[in-house]
Each structure stands twice: as C-alpha cells, then as structure tokens.
T-cell receptor, first 112, second 113 residues
C-alpha cells in the first residue's frame, strides 16, 4: 500500500468546515483512498473512501485531485464531537485480508 | 442497530490465567479481524477470518488463538496471558471483498499483572 503524509495536528472553529489534507504521491491506479477517525481510544470509525471521483456521504466529503496524488477530507460543519485523530489510508482492494495499517494521522481539535 | 460488540470492555487479570474476549457482529459480515493498539505502535493485526471456519494469522499472532464457528462471533483467546499482552484490543468486521469500510467494536482494555 502506498505511503500517506498528513499534518500532525490542526484546529478548526466549531461550525466551520474542517479540511484535512492527505498526500499520497505514490498511489497506484488500483489503490483506493480511505479515511477513518478515532475519538480518544474508542474504536476507529470508517468515514469515507474513494478511487478517483469525489465522494460525499452523511459524514463528510472526499475530494481527490485529478492526478490522485493528494486528497482532502471535508467535514462541512464541524462540531466538538468531531475532535479526533483522522487517518488517511491508501490500499488496494483485492479481497483477501483487509488489514488496516494506520499512520500517525492528524489530530483535529474543534475549538468552541 | 448495526454494531460490533466486545466483552468485557475492561479486564484486569494475572499472568497465566486463561481468558477469552468475545466479539459479535449483527451485520452478517463475512470478514472479521482482531487488532491490538499500543502507544507508538499504532494498530497491529492479530488474526483475521475471511468466513466461517477460515482464520489466518495477522502480524502479531503469538500468544493468541481465535475461532470462527459462527458467522457473527469471533472470540479472541489468550491461553496464558503475559504482561506484554497488556493492550487495547479491537475487533472489526466488514461485508467482504475489501470494498467499503470496516466497523470496529468499542475496544477491550486488558491489563495483565
């Protein structure tokens, strides 16, 4: 799986959009971008994933650049409950073992 | 409600006393997995299961056993726990095939004295 780079920490004001960047410059054509978050030692939570098109669900939007070398997770109206560590993962989807390997992630703090 | 449950959530035990951490999912998922999370080491996979009666080792299987007799349950067994197995344990499941996300349980915090 390709390596990802994320800023170690970010702050965002409550009610504003939180934009979390992820660099994955070595991504290959069959690798998906996944985002998870973990709120203080709770179980990691799946947020969203995409291949090359932008994706949106009830939690967030995922914007993937045209060259696929970077992406941005957008939480449109951040709340205090969005304070968490966010992990960007790039992985091939082949079935088989779906092992997840988290890097250090971005610690997002929502400021009241 | 779709969920992965783990029990117990917290456990203090002594070296050598066999224990089982249960994991159950109600989403009819084929894939299940156990991870441990330690400070500075991130998430490490212990065992996984592609379907009933199919299990395989992850990255750190030593000292653990699993079984998958039913689709919904995937217990983690520590036959003779040691202090280096003190950790935060997560069970996860997904539909199959790798597409879509994994759903995690709330975690089991284990302390082995």
């Amino acid at each position: 799986d390709a390596k990802t780079t994320q800023p170690p920490s970010m702050d965002c004001a409550e009610g504003r959009a939180a934009n979390l960047p992820c660099n994955h410059s070595t991504i290959s054509g069959n690798e998906y971008v996944y985002w998870y978050r973990q709120i203080h030692s709770q179980g990691p939570q799946y947020i969203i994933h995409g291949l090359k098109n932008n994706e949106t669900n009830e939690m967030a939007s995922l914007i993937i650049t045209e060259d696929r070398k970077s992406s941005t997770l957008i939480l449109p109206h951040a709340t205090l409950r969005d304070t968490a560590v966010y992990y960007c993962i790039v992985r091939v989807v082949l079935g088989g073992n779906e092992k997840l390997t988290f890097g250090t992630g971005t610690r997002l703090t929502i400021i009241p | 409600e779709a969920q992965v449950t783990q029990n117990p959530r917290y456990l203090i035990t002594v070296t050598g006393k066999k224990l089982t951490v249960t994991c159950s999912q109600n989403m009819n998922h084929e894939y299940m997995s156990w991870y441990r999370q330690d400070p500075g080491l991130g998430l490490r996979q212990i065992y996984y299961s592609m379907n009933v009666e199919v299990t395989d080792k992850g990255d750190v299987p030593e000292g653990y056993k699993v079984s998958r007799k039913e689709k919904r349950n995937f217990p983690l067994i520590l036959e003779s726990p040691s202090p280096n197995q003190t950790s935060l344990y997560f069970c996860a499941s997904s539909l199959k095939g790798g597409v879509g996300g994994q759903y995690f349980g709330p975690g089991t915090r284990l302390l082995v004295l």
